[in-house]
């Protein structure tokens, strides 16, 4: 039977409002079956046709950078009532803010010009195919009468062939649609947009200039909403995949859970909770699933990062004689320089789609959503390693307390970050230190929590956090993003402060890229220092509401944080913490070192 998207358990939308799951899915805007309506001749248009699309998917806001190739779609996309344009102040930001965005809603969209804007957008775009995010890149394109003239245009590469924007992005979206006529312009968008909700990845949509503003019969009803068959299990492969890890489970003595990043693509993280709570299994996640798994859970152990994990938790996991991991990511930055004490022989690995089980068998055609739900009434429950957790556990001491008007010390400043978090706030964590300062975090119920972990993209974090933001008014995100990312991305604090955001950002100065120092060092790590909050006041320039501060000790931190969220909770906030450039968490000496050393292999023998 097919499935509408968002016709989920988890999301009921009413009322025709479109519903924002925390887990990633997607939701239509209609609770049931309506014919489609006539609309007006001036609105069957293309560019109409694709605006409906996108708020019919849950799309309410796009993010986009003018050129003269996309000025007409804009047009069109903006007369729908809606969809609100973010205009952004340049494509990378543009393509991060889209990424950020597809985390809270499920699905995300930014609209650019045609190659110089394409090719500008395309790393934010390979970004959200690593982090598997459904976004859809839209680009305005050459007049339909172009191609094939051998004509050269501007805003190319001074070549008649138009398709080099095309093949940049046929490795890094999963469905390319070229429209340059309206017979097939109706199929070729809505192909693309379904083909990114099924493959939750990024999909590519070049639109000629010419095309958005002529009707076509195509476009002369309100479209229907989608009708996806659903993945489903094969029912033979699920049960002998069931019935071995079962066996495989049950005859451990302390078997552990460990939930990783594909379980957001799966839609299994309600399934993964329902099998931690009949196992009754110690429980962890991997540093890019933090925010996936309830850490309020009564097994909750923390995070599985090998050398750098949180405190007693390694020692559980890796001692373990068997352990389930449900959507991993074994790379190099998170396997830490590839040193995990992990043995194949004791793990069931569950994909998306497949479930392998030690050296053994492999179970094709099983969803992880499925298998685990059908796991959790076959296992039986084990507590050993839990209370084997209890038993060697320590609490974390407290940093040590610092002198009136000491410098600011960052453990001091997330001591002080962790009485902040509510359900009402979210955590964006930019790549560097601020991975590991947040990864200490211990998130309430309801918090968000985003990182791009895969990719690693410094300066993702300021357009993410537009994105984010703008997803969830309802929340007030918390950024940590340091200075040397910050450089890279800084332009969109100012659309923040034109969508009227509440962001608090914390800007840890520390002067340089610190992640990068303690992998390998050199002159290159250094940066010009910036007077941070004057350039945010120049950017605030009076209009909407901004404010800015430095603080270089607890006091002053103190301080900063009731205004932030006192006085000026209506505010974007920007606060500049002065660190010291060694203040770096102990976790990224140990990872940098490992990673140093796994970046530094020699090449092997000939």
């Known amino acids: 039977m097919d499935t509408k998207i968002g016709s989920l358990d988890t999301c009921k939308p009413q009322n025709n409002v479109v519903c924002c799951p925390s887990n990633g899915s997607v939701c239509t ?27 019919q998917i849950g799309v309410t806001d796009v993010f986009t950078v003018p050129g003269d190739f996309n ?29 950020g965005y597809a985390r809270s809603r499920g699905v995300g969209a930014c609209v650019v010009t045609f190659t110089v804007g394409g090719l500008s957008v395309l790393n934010a775009i390979a970004g959200a195919y690593s982090e598997n995010l459904p976004l859809i890149c839209i680009v305005g394109g050459p007049n339909s009468n172009d191609y094939g003239t051998n004509r050269i245009l501007h805003h190319t590469i001074g070549l008649p062939d138009f398709s080099q924007e095309l093949r940049c992005f046929q490795t890094v979206t999963c ?73 495989f489970l049950n005859k451990a003595v302390k078997p552990v859970l460990v939930g990783g990043p594909k379980m957001r693509v799966a839609k299994a993280c309600d399934a993964f909770v329902e099998l931690a709570d009949a196992c ?27 050398a750098v994990s949180t405190a007693f938790c390694a020692e559980i996991v890796e001692s373990a004689d068997a352990y389930l991991f449900a959507g991993p990511i074994f790379n190099d930055y998170s396997s830490v320089g590839y040193s995990l004490l992990l043995k194949r022989e004791k793990a069931i690995i569950v994909q998306p ?7 053994g068998p492999t179970f094709g055609c099983v969803l992880m959503k499925d298998f685990l739900q059908a796991l959790s009434k076959r296992v039986n429950n084990n507590t050993t390693a839990y209370e084997n957790y209890h038993r060697i556990f320590v609490p974390e001491g407290c940093p040590l307390k610092a002198e009136p008007k000491e410098p600011l010390r960052v453990n001091i400043l997330f001591q002080h970050i962790q009485k902040m978090l509510s359900h009402q706030t979210a955590v964006i964590a930019e790549t560097g230190d601020s991975w590991f300062n947040c990864q200490k975090l211990k998130l309430p119920k309801g918090c968000g929590y985003e990182f791009q972990m895969q990719y690693g993209s410094i300066g993702w974090s300021v357009g993410a956090t537009l994105g984010y933001a703008q997803a969830v008014p309802e929340k007030r995100v918390l950024a940590f993003i340091g200075d040397g990312s910050f450089q890279v991305t800084a332009q969109d604090i100012s659309t923040m402060i034109r969508c009227g955001q509440k962001t608090i950002i914390f800007l840890i100065n520390n002067g340089g890229y610190t992640i990068e120092v303690e992998i390998h060092d050199g002159p290159y790590n250094v940066i010009k220092n910036w007077n941070y909050t004057a350039l945010v006041d120049a950017i605030h320039n009076g209009e909407g509401k901004c404010w800015t501060t430095k603080v270089r000790c607890e006091e002053e931190l103190v301080e900063a944080i009731e205004t932030a969220t006192e006085a000026k909770k209506d505010s974007l906030c920007f606060i500049e913490v002065i660190a010291h450039k060694d203040d770096t968490s102990k976790e990224l000496l140990e990872w940098g070192s490992r990673v140093s050393a796994a970046n530094s292999r020699p090449p092997n023998p000939q």
């Not at 209609?30 to 001749?41: A, E, F, L």
């Not at 340049?90 to 393509?95: I, K, M, P, R």
């Not at 699933?289 to 923390?302: M, N, R, S, T």
Request: glycine share 6%; aromatic share 6%.
């Open 29 to 55: 805007i209609q609770n049931s079956v309506v014919p489609s309506t006539v609309v007006n001749s001036s609105d069957a248009t293309l560019g109409r046709h694709l605006a409906r699309r996108l708020v």
């Open 71 to 99: 000025l007409t779609l804009l047009d069109h996309l903006i007369a729908e009532p809606a969809l609100n344009n973010i205009g952004c102040c340049n494509e990378l930001n543009a393509g991060y803010a889209a990424d």
């Open 175 to 247: 469905f390319q649609a070229v429209v340059n006529n309206l017979e097939d312009a109706h199929e070729l968008i809505d192909t693309a947009i379904s083909t990114a909700l099924k493959e939750s990845k990024p999909v590519y949509i070049s639109i000629s200039c010419n095309l958005p503003g002529i009707p076509h019969p195509t476009f002369s009803r309100d479209p229907v909403p989608f009708s996806l068959s659903p993945k489903v299990s094969n029912p033979h492969g699920l049960e002998a995949a069931v019935e071995a890890a079962a066996h």
């Open 280 to 306: 009754g299994y110690a429980l962890a996640v991997t540093p890019s699933a933090k925010g996936l798994v309830p850490e309020h859970h009564p097994h909750f152990i923390g995070t599985y990062w090998g």
């Open 353 to 359: 789609d497949r479930v392998t089980i030690g050296n």
